[in-house]
């Protein structure tokens, strides 16, 4: 009955490891989702003086990432519909609607290291 016990454990810690690894996999592919999120929300944010475009960011969470931009202005110029000479209002949010298939194939591809 001793050495079962030591089998269940042994699985059970197997097991564990197994299921932190792709929660760390998970992770790291959402942060590289996160990254690639940015770039885009970047390359489609209003360009005016560049402070916007400057002040993207990615951090890494407990869940996975958050994207965002830091300028004091960027909620404003997101949610305002301006005729901008370069880029657009939305800015984030086109960078997620226009490429979710890519999104999710960085965060399978983490998923699967």
Known sequence: MVAREMDVGAVMRNLNGQVNRI????R?????AGFFVEAEATKNAPLKSGNLRGSGYT???????????????AVFVHE??????????????????ENREEILEIIR?????
Do not use: H, P
Not at 23 to 26: E, L, N, Q
Not at 80 to 97: E, H, M, P, S, T
């Open 80 to 97: 305002i519909d301006n005729n901008y000479a370069i880029g657009g209002w939305k800015f984030l949010q086109r960078a997620v609607d």
């Open 109 to 113: 591809a983490g998923a699967r290291v």
């Open 28 to 32: 790291l592919g959402c942060v590289r």
């Open 59 to 73: 951090r890494m969470t407990a869940e996975g990432s958050q994207v965002g931009f830091e300028a004091e202005y």
């Open 23 to 26: 929660k760390g996999a998970t």
